[in-house]
T-cell receptor, first 115, second 109 residues
Framework: EAGVAQSPRYKIIEKRQSVAFWCNPI?????LYWYQQILGQGPKLLIQ????????DSQLPKDRFSAERLKGVDSTLKIQPAKLEDSAVYLC?????????????FGPGTRLTVT | RKEVEQDPGPFNVPEGATVAFNCTYS??????FFWYRQDCRKEPKLLMS???SGNEDGRFTAQLNRASQYISLLIRDSKLSDSATYLC??????????FGTGTRLTVIP
């Protein structure tokens, strides 16, 4: 079974530029998550989708971050404009939805450096 | 108080040693608990779920103590390949997780 796919794997941009990350979850997984992991910290949830609807975006800095999952499969996370403190690994995870809490499976992440 | 707290370590142990990590959580209504392993510059990988009755997978044992609101991970007969960061995760609402900062383990030859 193919895992969670993410691209690009690495990205370097200057502050105030924009950037977009792509994620394709495990086939059949209804729930998709975007996390931000800063060096030395655990993953922090940015947004959770259930199919193509947003379940939780309470920690998404909406003035600069946006995300969509239009057809309920793959998803895009965008940052515009980027700040230095956005340097982190952006992890996408997916989970099957059969009610209750399910295990989450992570993609390899996109390592973003903002200079 | 943070939702989930872990001792960041590092824990440096010799091969063959037994090592245990604890993770405390603040929400008494939490229902689901997990341990993830994260290698350097890699994504977290699910190590094991933590059930109320505790569970064991080879050299790894996970326990839940609801009264004191913590989960633990015990690794017996440590191998060099066990060197990694171990993240605990606790559910927040439905199908949503809070992660700890991770505990770094280094197994020394």
């Amino acid at each position: 079974e193919a895992g969670v796919a993410q691209s690009p794997r690495y990205k370097i941009i200057e502050k105030r530029q924009s950037v977009a990350f792509w994620c394709n979850p495990i086939s059949g997984h209804a729930t998709l998550y975007w996390y931000q992991q800063i060096l030395g910290q655990g993953p922090k949830l940015l947004i959770q989708f259930q199919n193509n609807g947003v379940v939780d975006d309470s920690q998404l800095p909406k003035d600069r971050f946006s995300a969509e999952r239009l057809k309920g499969v793959d998803s895009t996370l965008k940052i515009q404009p980027a700040k230095l403190e956005d340097s982190a690994v952006y992890l996408c995870a997916s989970s099957p939805w059969v009610g209750g809490v399910n295990e989450q499976y992570f993609g390899p992440g996109t390592r973003l450096t903002v200079t | 108080r943070k939702e989930v707290e872990q001792d960041p370590g590092p824990f440096n142990v010799p091969e063959g040693a037994t090592v245990a990590f604890n993770c405390t959580y603040s929400n008494s209504a939490s229902q689901s608990f997990f341990w993830y392993r994260q290698d350097c510059r890699k994504e977290p990988k699910l190590l094991m779920s933590v059930y109320s009755s505790g569970n064991e997978d080879g050299r790894f044992t996970a326990q839940l103590n609801r009264a004191s609101q913590y989960i633990s991970l015990l690794i017996r007969d440590s191998k060099l390949s066990d060197s990694a960061t171990y993240l605990c995760a606790v559910n927040k609402g439905a199908n949503n997780l809070f992660f700890g900062t991770g505990t770094r383990l280094t197994v020394i030859p």
